[in-house]
């Protein structure tokens, strides 16, 4: 990419490449920019202070860092969840680590219980405006019956979610108890939701691994999914910094 952009435009590079917790992405920080790949749609870019490189096949196709081009993956992204039919699951956003979960059995007691920080809280109103700004039709919301699934449920979307059983954090459960849950938040998975609208779950890292092997590092990221045939396929990872960059790159389409 530095050959096909030109070495005194990208510059020397600062460090090795880095894998990015999250989404899949590596990236490798210049002199002058950013050099990425993209794993939504296995792309490299060069990202300068304005203005954005991108290898297509070969060719190097330039655009401000603040646009979108129609045939790029995190673009296509957004407006497939426009137009609806997917499965959005959210981890909570960060936590309070001088708090701990101490009473497993009374989660309606929010006191006894590792809550969001005011990060935590400032990221899912942050996501939220962003996905009202993008216009992403949300139908049902599911969260998990814990305080800071719920308050980061309520800060995406302005509404009391629905609680949903089977994906209470299982790491206080028995096993057995884990792995009915586990069956049971797999059959909802299977469901397609609505071609014109999507369904959201707001829950915890370990209940989408055990049901998908899907991991979740990051605390407000989200796994974008896809039901085809009774069978949920994961398309995408979002990180929670990348909602708000995103609708403002569509909203100057």
């Known amino acids: 990419m530095r050959n096909l952009v030109g070495a005194s435009t990208v510059g020397d590079c600062l460090e090795p490449e880095r894998q990015i917790p999250g989404n899949g992405n590596a990236e ?10 993209r794993a939504i749609d296995s792309r490299i870019l060069f990202q300068g202070a304005n203005q954005t490189w991108i290898n297509r096949d070969g060719q190097v196709v330039t655009r401000p860092n603040n646009q979108r081009l129609e045939w790029e993956g995190d673009r296509q992204l957004m407006e497939a969840l426009q137009r609806g039919g997917h499965i959005v699951y959210f981890r909570h956003g960060p936590t309070d680590s001088t708090q701990q979960d101490s009473d497993p059995n009374n989660l309606a007691n929010c006191a006894t219980q590792r809550n969001l920080n005011q990060a935590g809280r400032d990221q899912g109103r942050m996501i939220g405006e962003a996905l009202r700004a993008l216009n992403i039709p949300a139908g049902t919301v599911r969260s998990s019956e814990y305080c800071r699934a719920k308050e980061y449920s309520q800060l995406l979307f302005g509404s009391e979610p629905q609680v949903e059983p089977s994906i209470v954090l299982p790491d206080p459960l028995p096993m057995p108890t884990q792995q009915q849950n586990t069956e049971a938040f797999r059959r909802l998975l299977a469901q397609a939701p609505p071609a014109t609208s999507n369904v959201f779950y707001v829950s915890h890292s370990p209940n989408i691994r ?3 092997n899907v991991d979740l ?11 085809e045939g009774g069978n949920p396929q994961l398309v995408a990872r979002v990180l929670p910094t990348e909602w708000a960059p995103l609708a403002q790159a569509l909203a100057n389409r």
């Open 28 to 37: 490798q920080r210049t002199t002058t920019g950013l050099l990425v790949f």
């Open 210 to 212: 055990q049901a998908m």
């Open 217 to 227: 590092p990051v605390e407000g990221s989200a796994a974008i999914i896809r039901v």
